[in-house]
């Protein structure tokens, strides 16, 4: 698998009427059903964290948002009821909070706004300069650290499932900066280790492979076909063999299209025709580069309007957009085997991202791990007893000593920066926490949070810089993971992953087979497995930023609710035939929703071909100001764990070289 794998982050930019519709919903979302209170919430505190009665039996002194431990919580997440309200009136009705007198604390060395991975990264790497015993405070506007490297656990039949809600895995870690491998390597992570804990071939000996589900809404009837023995890395249309061309040959003749499309789309795979010949290496580079691979499909393949429909979402998962916004040469890249036949090999072609290992460097909660790795260095007493990778999976993270005045290094949660600027001394962050505004001096700051929200929050910008801190668009996309009683109907179906391309949920796969630190991965079909599921609002036809711009607003104005019946429809209608039951199989949902998701990566359909990662209105964007550095993955264009971690190395050599 390339280089696609992406991680979720941040505040929200949409307008008032959006806020609107979230308020309107709370009450439902609170509604969450006794069945999932008793399985993911109450049960799992119990399991993996200090449940709710513990807390108050020894009389903590928490927030009220945390009297439930956070990665616990079922029912929305992400941006959760409570995180963004306070940025959605600075931003877009152009509150502003009256400068507190006195600040709340004695001066900090660093005050670093934003707790996801950058942030958390940026105190480790800040404390080599500043020594162990630097005061540095971490403000964050979520319940819960580590920003979009969220985890999720459950408890389904006496046995604890772990999610990730976010920032997946390590991706092609071989591929890292010095940096960013001395930094994992800095946590304990060793990446080798993966190959042993990832069971590779798990699902194939399972006899599992892809589906593709059409819902009745869209073409009539559901339908579920199945691809047996087509494993994820080929792909729904890919084939090696003769026994493979067959299965894909059948995949194909059973679609419901008009007959000149199917028979179209059957040359294309099982012949693989040169479909721009006629031109040079060069000039086939220069076209695919310029034209939308839907495009490309249409115009010169001869696919009509049905087929392009169910193969436009294929990439969502992986963009945050379709075909009709991805060029024909990212399509080559991906090595998509409609493009078989170009006589183009995808590793020679021009392309902005390294090449392959395998997609194995994965903790059973995503990158959360990684967090939580960062945060039990900074706050040890949050996490006792974590000596490495294999620890960090079963430890408990004790928020209530996120922010005890005795420590060195604080984390504070549900706090909103609305204000950040340099002082003749330093610098000041006020923020909003639990309805109060709260000032704070430091003599240093790092924004570590979204870039669209600094221009609102930082007086001391120049216009240039806030309109290039404007210029990208994050990617919305919301992580949702299904607490299953057992997978037998997915055994029963031959299936592990699942294409939807007209369902409100493209993807829905089982979750990755690993087992490390004492958790164990569902073993047979009769074991609880967490159903991890993806949602990508998109607006085919729009450019890609307009899109995810689009894409937000929708994903803002939906419920729990909205989401809960959308997943219950796809399951029953793609398995019920299966013997899939939401009432006997589902024992949970968390979603975890992101309308500002991945950072944006430059698409070179619609932005100049020499925005890269290392030019382009981000370079711009993230200049320092004064004694305020910029540090988030936004500020490398670059959607991934080293994006974060290289960006935080950038602010603290800004600060301090």
């Given amino acids: 698998m390339t280089r696609r794998a992406r991680y979720p982050a941040g505040l929200c930019f949409c307008g008032p009427e959006f806020c609107g519709e979230v308020g309107k919903s709370m009450g439902r979302l609170r509604n969450i059903s006794r069945r999932e209170f008793i399985a993911g919430v109450a049960v799992t505190g119990a399991a993996f964290g200090m449940a709710p009665a513990r807390a108050l039996q020894e009389g903590l002194s928490l927030p009220e948002t945390l009297w439930t431990y956070p990665p616990a919580r079922t029912g929305l997440r992400g941006a959760h009821i409570g995180s963004f309200e306070v940025a959605h009136g600075v931003a877009w009705a152009g509150e502003r909070y009256d400068r507190p007198k006195d600040p709340v604390d ?49 408890t389904v039949g006496g046995k604890g499932l772990i999610g990730y809600g976010g920032s997946q895995s390590l991706e092609a870690p071989g591929q890292y900066s010095k940096v960013s491998k001395a930094f994992i390597k800095s946590l304990g992570i060793e990446t080798e280790r993966f190959y042993r804990y990832f069971d590779q071939s798990f699902y194939e000996r399972q006899g599992l492979g892809m589906g593709l589900y059409l819902d009745k809404a869209t073409y009539g009837a559901d339908r579920l076909l199945v691809g047996r023995g087509v494993v994820e890395s080929g792909g729904l249309w890919n084939w090696e063999t003769d026994a493979g061309k067959a299965i894909v ?116 909660d995503g990158n959360a791990s990684v967090a939580r790795l960062a945060l039990a260095r900074l706050v040890p007493d949050a996490v006792p007893g974590v000596d490495g990778m294999d620890s960090i999976v079963g430890a408990t993270v004790h928020y209530d000593r996120l922010d005890k005045a005795e420590n060195p ?150 419920s729990f609710d909205d989401y809960e019946q959308a997943i219950l429809a796809e399951l029953t209608g793609a398995l019920g035939s299966h013997g899939f039951d939401p009432e006997a199989h589902i024992a949970a949902i968390t979603v975890n929703r992101w309308p500002h998701g991945y950072a944006y990566e430059y698409n070179e359909l619609w932005d100049p071909l020499d925005y890269t990662h290392d030019a382009g209105p981000h370079v711009t964007g993230r200049a320092t100001i004064g004694r305020i550095a910029i540090a988030n993955s936004d500020s490398s264009a670059y959607a991934f764990v080293d994006g974060a971690v290289d960006a935080a190395a950038r602010a603290v050599k800004a600060l301090w070289g």
């Fill in 409 to 558: 290094v604080r984390v504070r949660l549900m706090s909103t920066a609305v204000d950040a600027r340099n002082t003749k001394t330093g610098v000041e962050v006020t923020y909003v926490r639990d309805g109060k505004v709260e000032r704070v001096e430091a003599r240093h700051a790092i924004m570590a949070c979204w870039n669209h929200m600094l221009p609102h929050i930082m007086p001391d910008l120049q216009d240039a810089q806030k309109d290039a801190l404007q210029y990208a668009e994050k990617v919305p996309l919301t992580y949702i993971n299904v607490a299953l009683n057992n997978w037998k109907p997915f055994k029963k179906a031959g299936i592990a992953h699942l294409y939807a391309p007209s369902a409100l949920c493209v993807n829905a796969s089982l979750d990755f087979p690993v087992s490390m630190g004492g958790y164990t991965f569902a073993r047979t079909p009769d074991d609880p497995i967490l159903l991890h599921m993806t949602h990508v609002p998109t607006s085919p036809g729009l450019p890609s930023r307009a899109q995810h711009r689009a894409g937000r607003h929708a994903m803002y104005a939906m």
């Fill in 106 to 154: 004695r001066p900090y060395d660093l005050v670093i706004v934003g707790g996801g991975i950058s942030g958390l990264a940026s105190a480790l790497l800040a404390r080599e300069k500043l020594g162990r015993k630097a005061r540095i405070l971490i403000l964050d506007n979520h319940d819960d650290f580590g920003g979009h490297a969220k985890r999720n656990e459950f």
């Fill in 249 to 364: 040959a059948k995949l194909v003749a059973d679609l419901p299209l008009p007959d000149g499309e199917r028979a179209a789309l059957m040359r294309l795979l099982m012949d693989r025709p040169d479909w721009l010949a006629g031109m040079d290496r060069g000039e086939k580079i220069d076209w695919l580069r310029r034209t939308s691979f839907e495009a490309c499909l249409k115009e010169r393949a001869g696919l009509g309007d049905a087929a392009l429909a169910i193969l436009r979402n294929e990439v969502v998962g992986y963009w945050g957009i379709g075909w009709d916004a991805l060029s024909g040469l990212e399509a080559v890249r991906l090595y998509h085997p409609l493009t078989a036949g170009l006589g183009l090999d995808p590793e020679t072609v021009p392309k902005p991202y390294e090449g392959d290992e395998p997609y194995i460097f994965h903790f059973p």
